[in-house]
Each structure stands twice: as C-alpha cells, then as structure tokens.
C-alpha cells in the first residue's frame, strides 16, 4: 500500500511515496551497522563538526522545512520555524557537552584501576509521530549520534516529505553515508524491523497502545527500549494563584501545536474559591486564538493533522458532553475538507468522563473542580498517565513543594508551562512511559555503561 501525504487545511493529496520493500529496508540496516563500525571510533570532534553543520543547516532551511511541516500536519508556520530552531539548538547542545557526558568515569575501589566507559550499542530503531515530526527526532537522533550509534528512522506515515527531509539535513552536514536513514514504511513492518538482529535498541514516541505493542516485541528479544507515551497533564491552580497569569500560560499550553502534544495541559484542576474567575478569564484566552491557514504567519491554530483524529477527538468530547459535562466554548466541527476542531471548553468534569479519563489530543480543556489543595493534588494523581505536571500559586515555596515531591509525573512546572528543553531530562511513568531523553541522561540510555577493572 503506497504512503500518502494529505494536507489537512484542504484535503489535497500532496503526494504518494511508494513504500521501502523488506529487503530495501534489510539493506538499508546492514548499510547502517557497517557505517557504525567506523563511526564509533570517530572522536568526539569529528562527530561535532557535523552536528554543529547539521545546527547551520537547519537554520539556513528553516522556512522551507516550517512549510513542509505545515503543508504535512497542519502546524503553523510560525510554529514550525520555533520547532526547527529548536532542534539546531539540540543539535548544538550536543555537539558541546557529549564528550563530557561520556568521558569515563574513575571509580574507586580496592582496584589497582578501575573506572566505567560508555560505548555505543550500534543501530538504533526510533519510531517518532507526527506531531512534532523534526523535534522528536532530533531530540533522540543528536544524542544518539553524537555517542557513536547509527540510527534508522520509521516515522509516522502521514510525514513522510518530513522524515526524507530528515535525513537529507544530515547529508547536506556530511555525515558519513549511511549513519542515519529514513524507512519509508507502515506500522505492520515495525516488527519485522525490531527482530533484525542488528537493530540493537528501540526508542518509540507515540501512543501508549503502541508503546505496549513495541515493548512487547523488544522485550521478548530482550531489546532495550525508551518510550515517551500520551499524557493527560494536570495543571493545578490553587486559591492564591494569579489568576491572569494562570488563565494565559493554560490557554497557551492547551493550544499550543493545535492541542496536539503528550505535554499539552489536558487537566486544569482549580480550586473552588477561584474557579469562577478562572473559568471566565481561561475562556476568553481560548476563544480569542486566530484559527486559519498555517501557512500564514499570524494563524496561532491550525487543522488537527487528521481527519481521523479530529473524528476521535469530537467522539470523545460528544460522549463526556452525554455524561454530564457542560461545553461552553466550541465544540462543534464545521463542514468542509478541512481537519479543524475549534478550540473548545468543558466544564463540570468528573471521574469516568473521556474528558477527565482520557488523553484528548487536541484543542479540548477539561475543568475539574477541586475543593482544596490536597483534593486538588489527589486529582491530578487520579489518572494513569504521568507525563507532565503544573502547579500555579503565588507562594512559590508551597509551589515548589508540590513540584518535587506530590505530583506524580515525570516533570513538574510550576507557574510555567511543561516543556522539553536540552539539557533537562524529559518523559514520564505510568502508563506515559518509561526511560528519559535529553541531558546527561538521555545520551546514556543507548550506551553500554561498562565496568573496567584492573587488578593489582
């Protein structure tokens, strides 16, 4: 079955790739093992001139790529050359800190010598989705380079122009042949792909029924895995939060790549004494967003990337709608070619609702009212996901408290809007994953952290 790329603002077929056959992508992961038995011996220097090349690269396209990535997924321009500029500055990070990362480690011990190295593993599979088709990859492609691994994308199959360009970035960078290529094919070759013997590892974003379905396969071949799962962010604002602040940066979030993002707000969890003020001041936010074309530079909303997906998203807000909840903002899909879900609030959440139960990927605010600080902490815990986190109130140390040490999830913000940056670790537990990207610490989950120890 061919690969179409569909613009969701129109419905347009862009145009038709034909899949790699079996025996192309075979050949295409034995021409990465056999550039990864030179390039793991490369310096770190070398590694670093091209990804830094890579960084000058991107910048120089950033226009052109923020167009693909709009005309493919529907996310505005505007957006687009931020997402791009981001993954220069991944690239960038890198290039600068690996070598320290990886530098080995002196331990002492009753040794003459001993100490731990950090060695590449070899072919990394990563399966990334659509929804920040240049950032999920580059997060996990710098720092995998950069530690001496070769890697072969399957990326989702409606970006596919995205994941050709890609690896076209690191060609024109002169990355040797071969260590980083595109797999142009469907879900039902993952697995095929994960049982090649010189697919060492596997790192998957994407939902958390993929998630399962990948560990599954991996762990049977007792193949490490890193998975950052869906989300279901709770952002909490106690009765001391600024209220005018809280209303933006969570209009913001929930919005922000037209709802799609396992980072997104999903959750805004308020407390009763200020429930009113927020609601009112969070739907002016969200109603007063620009929806349109994403190729135009002021369009802040642009179409789901699916029509699908929008479908999905509209069933799951119908049925918490049928079970109590009160939209009072959108809610309502417009005819027409187009993948657009207007932005939309409910309130009068509850338990067993879609919308308080469920990851709703796009442009859907759930408002669940919570007594007190405690009940409101307890919501945010009742979910199984554990991804994202925030918390907003003037008291910055209560905030802080909170952060670190009551909400279960793999990052906590507070006054601030959850997102992944470089040098910070980034994923979650639960049911949103497992293992972390970026850091120190994303660079070591695909390495072999080997003990040396010499005798007296």
Not at 256 to 276: L, M, P, T
Not at 380 to 405: K, M, P, W, Y
Request: glycine share 8%; aromatic share 8%.
């Amino acid at each position: 079955m061919s690969i179409q790329s569909v613009n969701p603002f129109n419905g347009e077929i862009i145009k038709t790739y034909e899949p790699h056959s079996s025996e192309l992508i075979e050949q295409k992961i034995l021409r990465a093992h056999e550039s990864f038995l030179s390039w793991k011996d490369e310096s770190f220097e070398v590694r670093a001139r091209h990804m830094k090349k890579a960084a000058e690269v991107l910048r120089n396209r950033k226009r052109d790529l923020a167009e693909l990535i709009a005309l493919e997924m529907g996310k505005p321009v505007k957006a687009g050359e931020s997402e791009i500029e981001k993954c220069a500055l991944v690239c960038e990070y890198y290039a600068e800190n690996a070598k320290k990362f990886l530098t080995p480690e002196e331990i002492k011990t009753d040794a003459a010598k001993s100490y731990v190295t950090f060695n590449p593993l070899g072919v990394i599979l990563a399966i990334m989705p659509w929804n920040f088709p240049f950032w999920q990859t580059f997060r996990f492609l710098a720092p995998g380079l950069m530690a001496g691994n070769c890697g072969v994308l399957k990326h989702a199959s409606n970006v596919p122009g995205c994941a050709l360009a890609i690896e076209d970035v690191l060609i024109e960078a002169g990355f040797p042949d071969h260590v980083f290529q595109t797999l142009l094919a469907g879900s039902d070759a993952i697995e095929r792909i994960i049982e090649n013997p010189l697919i060492k590892a596997v790192t998957l974003t994407g939902s958390t029924e993929a998630g399962k379905h990948v560990a599954a396969k991996a762990g049977s071949l007792i193949k490490k895995t890193v998975l950052e799962l869906g989300g279901s962010d709770p952002y909490l604002v106690l009765e001391d939060a600024d209220i005018e602040l809280a209303a933006a940066v969570c209009a913001e979030s929930r919005l922000i790549n037209s709802g799609q993002s396992c980072i997104a707000a999903k959750r805004f969890i308020v407390v009763e004494k200020v429930a009113e003020d927020f609601i009112s001041r969070f739907r002016e936010k969200l109603a007063s967003c620009t929806v349109g074309n994403p190729l135009l530079t002021d369009t802040q909303l642009g179409p789901l990337a699916r029509k699908d997906l929008r479908d999905q998203l509209h069933e799951q807000v119908q049925r918490s709608i049928d079970q109590g909840a009160e939209c009072i903002l959108g809610g309502k899909i417009e005819d027409g070619p187009h993948a657009f879900y207007p932005p939309t609030l409910l309130v009068n959440v509850r338990k067993g609702m879609p919308a308080h139960d469920e990851e709703l990927f796009g442009p859907v605010a759930a408002v669940i009212i919570a007594m007190d600080e405690e009940d409101a902490i307890a919501i945010a815990n009742d979910t199984s996901f554990g991804l994202g986190s925030a918390v907003f109130t003037t008291d910055i140390q209560r905030g802080e408290h909170i952060a670190a040490n009551k909400l279960n999830a793999g990052c906590a913000f507070v006054n601030s809007l959850v997102r992944s940056t470089p040098e910070l670790p980034f994923g979650g537990i639960s049911e949103s994953g497992y293992g972390r990207e970026l850091g120190s610490w994303g660079i070591k989950e695909f390495v072999n952290i080997k003990t040396v120890y010499i005798s007296k």
